[in-house]
């Protein structure tokens, strides 16, 4: 398809999109007109004051789900990366530990194991009390450290699959190549491996901090106050349930576009080109050809 006609389909589709929830108000005539409808959605249904009053402090909470973001993806690549080299390797009883790690990680939603690890941590610090006579008290580790704690490991199993598959997809000739130039197996791993799995493992990587920063909304259940609580409080201080949650979805919204620009620029930073200009680590066909002409 050429550019051009993609710039129609493109248009035309956005003005179905953006006219066509109107269509009925025009041929179907009700107690309003409709200027008349829209006026009084505006002024006894839908309040402009509740919306845009409610950024304020929804904005206020993004620090809290930024830091509960970038803090439980960290230690979810290093322990993924780990995790990971663990299965490469098929390591003998680690293996196995990890293989149902992971299983139970995947095979549980994220809800879940937030209550397990918020309500189970003070029954394992109670038991250790009463066994060994000692004074731990839970009330003295903050909720949102144990929010980090459980969407860390949650990222980690998810991204021990994406990272695994990215350090298989390396070319085993450059690695051998590597090897016969001297080069030690640390060497290897960290001139050859990791810089061409980076590129393989961005974008997947990059979808999972997004997923991670919108699962983020659930740390309320553990009494973190982020963002979507911000709005559960509007909504429950105001009564205006629909506009703090409306305002909440263009701030994730806007966060996740900043996020997904970010990304792109580290994949074409972490490009590798061949001498002759093209990716190296990615493969196009064009729809307007066909790809096996020249076979």
Not at 14 to 33: D, M, S, V
């Amino acid at each position: 398809m050429k550019k051009k006609s993609k710039i129609i389909w493109g248009i035309s589709i956005l003005l179905i999109l953006l006219i066509g929830p109107a269509l009925p108000f025009l041929f179907i005539k009700g107690q309003y007109t409709f200027s008349e409808f829209w006026q009084m959605f505006f002024t006894k249904i839908f309040s402009w004051d509740a919306f845009v009053g409610a950024f304020v402090p929804i904005i206020s909470a993004i620090p809290m789900t930024l830091e509960i973001t970038i803090i439980a993806m960290f230690f979810g690549l290093v322990l993924g990366l780990l995790l990971a080299l663990v299965k490469i390797n098929k390591i003998p009883l680690l293996n196995q530990i990890r293989a149902l790690f992971v299983s139970f990680i995947r095979g549980t939603p994220i809800i879940v194991q937030l209550f397990l690890t918020y309500t189970g941590l003070p029954l394992i610090l109670k038991a250790i009390n009463m066994n060994y006579g000692t004074s731990f008290n839970i009330n003295a580790i903050p909720a949102s450290l144990l929010v980090m704690f459980t969407f860390a490991l949650n990222e980690a199993a998810y991204n021990s699959e994406t990272i695994r598959s990215a350090i298989q997809s390396v070319d085993k000739g450059q690695i051998e190549a590597a090897k016969a130039l001297g080069m030690t197996s640390v060497q290897t791993f960290k001139r050859v491996i990791i810089p061409e799995a980076a590129t393989v493992a961005t974008a997947p990587l990059g979808n999972a901090l997004l997923g991670l920063l919108k699962s983020t909304s659930l740390a309320f259940v553990a009494g973190v106050v982020e963002m979507t609580a911000k709005a559960q409080i509007i909504g429950g201080s105001s009564l205006r349930i629909f506009e703090p949650y409306l305002a909440l979805a263009v701030v994730y919204w806007a966060i996740c576009i900043v996020i997904e620009v970010l990304i792109h620029q580290l994949e074409k930073k972490l490009e590798i080109k061949s001498p002759d200009g093209k990716n190296k680590n990615s493969a196009r066909i064009s729809l307007s050809e066909n790809p096996f002409s020249n076979q």
